[in-house]
């Protein structure tokens, strides 16, 4: 993957300190907002964060559920403020599509790994169909050896590499749908998923074949949606990268590039407030909710002011409680906005 040119690098850049050996050290600025990237394989979660974290100067930047190497698809990149919302992403429901190889377990459970066991049997449509409905819903599950769940505080990918027999143990996670798509030829099965946190479609691959006696591992791995974001939003590295140079000379602006912060937060309750209690939520504090037209409304919602996200707060016993308070000043995502506030 080419680095990013010079050309991305901000106005300020002509002021900014020499490092030694005469280059030029970008400014970090205000970003505000969601990219939802369409990673590509061979990249890993940590790499594209990072380069997206530099094609906009950011100071901060994270992500919203890990995709492995040989996996694509979407990748939610929180910057700046963005990232007081990663666990609301992280929390909500993926889908996937993948493709199972049988005949090899690996022990990656992807096509990576070195093969394990071996088997010449090869499953029927009908036992694959059979089997699914025992794979969804609340199941236990063991990640795989090569994941980074952390075993006595190393990661299991770390000590699998350096050769150390890994246990780990099963965890309950939920699958809400796994459906069978086609069956391309003997040795091949697509599948799709849709499921909670936590769960290793790899481990569904491996486990499948188990049962089935056929024995199997992931070959393609394309996630289609986290929480809200989903194919409509996602944009690949190209023309995030493109996006970036157009604005750098003057024929676009990065908020046009960016999602709101608050997209992340679709399926929480809007609230309007008046720029005084606006002001109250932003230092911490509560604010009541007066008069006979106060908004009949409890739990959590999204708090904004003239168009302006606030905060995230619980309404309690009629008061709003900030729990996460915003600063969006710099330059804030602003792509498909389309609250109505």
Known sequence: MNAPTSSLAS?????APLRPGGRVKRQKRDVHGWLVLDKPVGMTSTHAVSVIKHLFAARRAGHAGTLDPLASGCLPIALGEATKTVPFVFD?????????????????????????????????????ERLLP???????????????????GERAYDLARDGEAVELAARKVTVHRLDLVDIPDPDHAVLTAECGKGTY????????????????????????????????????????????HRAAAGEGHLAD??????????????????????????????VLLRGRDAPIVRGMVQVACSGQFVAIA????????????FNLSGIAGRAGRNKGW
Do not use: N
């Open 11 to 15: 106005p300020d850049d002509e002021d």
């Open 92 to 128: 909500g429901r993926k889908t996937y599509g993948f493709t199972i190889r049988w005949g090899e377990e690996r022990d990656t459970d992807d096509a990576e790994g070195r093969v394990a066991a071996t088997s010449d049997k090869r499953p029927e449509r009908d036992a694959i």
């Open 134 to 152: 025992r794979f969804t819903g609340a199941i236990e599950q063991v990640p795989p050896r090569f994941s980074a769940v952390k075993l006595d």
């Open 201 to 244: 479609i790899r481990s569904l691959a491996r486990d499948l074949g188990r049962e089935l006696g056929a024995l199997g591992h992931v070959v393609s791995l394309r996630r289609s949606r986290v929480g809200p974001f989903g194919e409509a939003e996602m944009i690949p590295l190209e023309q995030a990268q493109s996006l970036c």
């Open 257 to 286: 590039a960016l999602l709101p912060v608050e997209t992340a937060l679709d399926d929480i309750p809007a609230l309007a407030v008046s720029p005084a209690d606006a002001a109250r939520l932003q230092r911490g504090q509560a």
């Open 314 to 325: 619980e309404v309690e016993q009629g008061e709003i409680v900030p729990r996460r308070v």
